[in-house]
């Protein structure tokens, strides 16, 4: 419980407030990352993580609209998808990924929502050197997270996505959803197939805690592959680790985070 | 919207969350007090403010009390009698206040709550000389905040309380719980006769808003009184000025926020 070397922001009554909501919640990093940006700009504004059940998403959400200084919410894992029906507005992409992570308060009191993960993941994957343009990417996790991600890679003209999720509906419904915007590029399956995969992405939650099971083998990988997780904590997942023993390319959450950083902040005018 | 210079705690998902509800709430002070407490403690936890408005403040705590990391709630003006009902269990003398300032989430998951703003405006009053023992005093504002210092002015064995409220129901009410508690201590009036009184406390809010009226006219006192304020910004309420201008002394609202700020970290076990 010792507070972290590197102070956060002064908080008054004027402070603008924003709000975190995930579960767990222990790992996200964005408050740390947005606080010194924050204090650089000489901005009055503070992120909150709360940690919320997924039956107590649009409860809680619904009151914090309430809290007059509450600016928005961010939201993370397993909450992206309940999130959507709790604005009252969203961009495409986020209508077609099903999911959004930042939620704002209009001028006119009503709520627009968009998700910054897809456009993350991808300018992270371009930076790094691996321009998912014109290969095969499989996303495994077709919940909020890997629903924006494969919006995203879609729109950055990626010749296939392959969708995985263990959940056969939940697969079948983005799978449609996603095909009739990108007609033929788009596949399903419950089963991870990776031998002609050029990027395979983790957009599960597995990984977040040390005794989680891999999402997917690396073991059937091509040796040219880039494997990808979207966990920031721990820094090394399992299956980064697995991707590098096998001499694969592995790809950490880290730079995903840090080109949202500069969408969150344009997105709530902060 | 400026950063206030000094900073803030490092905010991070380990973090202790607690919520400051109150309406306005652009004037209040324990966030700005209390984390450099913490911060010399090395306790990692924030108060966050939250303006909410009076018909969302049960549905808003009752939200907050689903968030996992959110460790308890301070409450200011004009919340502190709804936050009573809120609570699953409460001190003695916040039951005979008919209100709280502060709850807490217990390990078994229930809430409790006290009050400290009667204990925190008295001990204000002794330590800066003006030991209320066998003095008359007039509270006015039968609310939140004035009801808890009733309660701890006959706890520090005042000869006498009158209260006063231009809401004839809720005074009468107050008055008939505290005479039941403190025989023949207790009188009650919906106008200020002040000709006899030895310490004035203005417990409205009245004097949070630039063009309020004065609480009550200084001009009926006597020479020796004390004329008090609870209200914290601005310091120098018109009240306190019109008491100096006449020559009374003039006691302000920071004294009983000081004393309450151990009073709050002890609570929380901070």
Redesign the interface.
């Given at each position: 419980?010792?507070?972290?070397?590197?102070?956060?922001?002064?908080?008054?009554?004027?402070?603008?407030?924003y709000a975190l909501l995930?579960?767990?919640?222990?790992?996200?990093?964005a408050?740390?990352l947005l606080?010194p940006l924050?204090?650089r700009r000489?901005?009055?504004?503070?992120?909150?993580?709360?940690?919320?059940?997924a039956s107590?998403v649009a409860?809680?959400v619904?009151?914090?609209r309430?809290?007059?200084?509450?600016h928005g919410v961010l939201v993370t894992v397993p909450h992206k998808a309940a999130a959507l029906a709790l604005a009252d507005r969203v961009t495409a992409r986020a209508g077609l990924a099903g999911s959004v992570n930042a939620l704002r308060r209009e001028p006119d009191g009503t709520w627009s929502a968009d998700t910054f993960d897809g456009d993350g993941f991808v300018r992270g994957l371009v930076e790094t050197g691996y321009d998912p343009r014109g290969l095969r990417v499989c996303v495994v996790g077709a919940g909020g997270a890997g629903s924006a991600i494969a919006v995203a890679l879609l729109d950055a003209e990626v010749a296939e996505v392959r969708l995985v999720d263990t959940d056969a509906g939940r697969l079948d419904t983005l799978c449609q959803r996603l095909s009739a915007a990108y007609p033929g590029r788009v596949t399903a399956a419950t089963e991870p197939h990776l031998a002609d995969v050029d990027i395979a992405v983790n957009a599960t939650p597995l990984g977040l805690r040390p005794d989680d099971p891999l999402p997917f083998p690396v073991t059937g990988l091509p040796a040219h592959a880039v494997v990808a997780d979207i966990i920031m904590k721990p820094a090394e997942t399992a299956l980064l680790r697995a991707a590098d023993e096998r001499g694969l390319t592995a790809h950490p959450g880290e730079p995903m985070l840090n080109h949202q950083l500069d969408s969150y902040l344009a997105f709530f005018a902060l």
């Amino acid at each position: 419980m010792t507070a972290a070397s590197t102070p956060g922001p002064a908080i008054s009554g004027t402070t603008r407030v924003y709000a975190l909501l995930g579960d767990p919640i222990a790992q996200v990093r964005a408050p740390g990352l947005l606080h010194p940006l924050l204090a650089r700009r000489g901005i009055d504004a503070v992120f909150v993580p709360m940690q919320v059940a997924a039956s107590d998403v649009a409860p809680v959400v619904r009151a914090l609209r309430q809290v007059v200084n509450l600016h928005g919410v961010l939201v993370t894992v397993p909450h992206k998808a309940a999130a959507l029906a709790l604005a009252d507005r969203v961009t495409a992409r986020a209508g077609l990924a099903g999911s959004v992570n930042a939620l704002r308060r209009e001028p006119d009191g009503t709520w627009s929502a968009d998700t910054f993960d897809g456009d993350g993941f991808v300018r992270g994957l371009v930076e790094t050197g691996y321009d998912p343009r014109g290969l095969r990417v499989c996303v495994v996790g077709a919940g909020g997270a890997g629903s924006a991600i494969a919006v995203a890679l879609l729109d950055a003209e990626v010749a296939e996505v392959r969708l995985v999720d263990t959940d056969a509906g939940r697969l079948d419904t983005l799978c449609q959803r996603l095909s009739a915007a990108y007609p033929g590029r788009v596949t399903a399956a419950t089963e991870p197939h990776l031998a002609d995969v050029d990027i395979a992405v983790n957009a599960t939650p597995l990984g977040l805690r040390p005794d989680d099971p891999l999402p997917f083998p690396v073991t059937g990988l091509p040796a040219h592959a880039v494997v990808a997780d979207i966990i920031m904590k721990p820094a090394e997942t399992a299956l980064l680790r697995a991707a590098d023993e096998r001499g694969l390319t592995a790809h950490p959450g880290e730079p995903m985070l840090n080109h949202q950083l500069d969408s969150y902040l344009a997105f709530f005018a902060l």
